[in-house]
């Protein structure tokens, strides 16, 4: 399958300042690549979806001038969490699709690791 | 009202024994995909099989099979000889052909006994 990659894969910040977080998709372009954000022994949450080249679209709930989304090519969407706080330390994990592959329908997301974000 | 509905919070199982995992879904879109995703303590999303609302015959992967109902709308996953390397979190989620977004469950936590 697709290989997604994130970095980091762990950070710890201090209260009150940003991190960036990269998802790179290594063997493909990915037009759409989706963010989640998953809490202990829960099940994902979208927070928005990156097309390349346009702004993001985020959930209802997401605060879009926290969490900056910038997906400027074809490989490469990051996330930003800005002034971060304790309550923001989660586990953040991007996917991607690969629209060049057959139906749309059929095509699964390519999940990256995932970040774990502690904030102090 | 809930895309994806996972029943089964945890369930154990015996090494070697069959497991079913339960999965209901709702949609109104005649075309969907349904899949099934492992997530090991590391937190890595493992893509483990994949269902389409017009495939005649439940899918298969390995030790893996769907049991796809489409008129009570449920797509289990049954994982067969369970090993102990099975124990994670399973997710089943599903997507619309009319839209981008998946939807995903809350999570089974399997724990296989040895």
Known sequence: GAVVSQHPSWVICKSGTSVKIECRSLDFQATTMFWYRQFPKQSLMLMATSNEGSKATYEQGVEKDKFLINHASLTLSTLTVTSAHPEDSSFYICSARDLEEGLAIYNEQFFGPGTRLTVL | ?114
Not at chain 2, 85 to 107: I, K, L, P, V
């Open chain 2, 1 to 114: 009202a809930q895309k994806i509905t996972q029943t089964q919070p945890g369930m154990f199982v015996q090494e070697k024994e069959a497991v079913t995992l339960d999965c209901t879904y709702d949609t109104s879109d005649p075309s969907y995909g349904l899949f099934w995703y492992k997530q090991p303590s590391s937190g890595e999303m493992i893509f483990l099989i994949y269902q389409g609302s017009y495939d005649q015959q439940n899918a298969t992967e390995g030790r893996y099979s769907l049991n796809f109902q489409k008129a009570r709308k449920s797509a289990n996953l049954v994982i067969s000889a369970s090993q102990l390397g099975d124990s994670a979190m399973y997710f089943c989620a599903m997507r619309e052909d009319t839209g981008n977004q998946f939807y995903f469950g809350t999570g089974t936590s399997l724990t296989v006994i040895p």
